[in-house]
């Protein structure tokens, strides 16, 4: 992968996860705290912008590492019950829905009298 690539992915899981937790922050936070913090950012705005970048790539390559170790741990377990999933419930499900599927025969009407044959 090219490095331009993989900074830029980074950087847009950095900014996806900073929305989240933001919104957490916002939803737990007092509004008037907020609004005096954001009103305070205001002069500062672009030199801000600048840190924010480089925040924002580390936050995407903790989340992205996180993800990494989780998905490694849970892959047998998703694994197997997916697997289980798909044996006990999905596959006797298609099963049963072709096999009671209407075939050619059942829909033929006879069209003298209006009966199917």
Known sequence: ????????????IGLQSSIAIALLVVAYADPSKVIALLSFAQPWANPLA?????????VGLIVDRLCDIVLTIAKPWI?????????????????DDWMSRP????????EDNGEQS
Do not use: C, Q
Not at 51 to 56: A, P, Q, S, T, Y
Not at 103 to 110: I, P
């Open 79 to 95: 694994y197997i019950h997916l697997r289980n999933l798909i044996d006990s419930w999905i596959v006797p499900k298609l099963v």
């Open 103 to 110: 075939t050619d025969t059942d829909s033929h009407v006879n």
């Open 50 to 58: 600048v840190v924010l970048v480089g925040i924002l790539y580390t």
């Open 1 to 12: 992968m090219a490095t331009t690539t993989l900074f830029f992915e980074l950087l847009v």
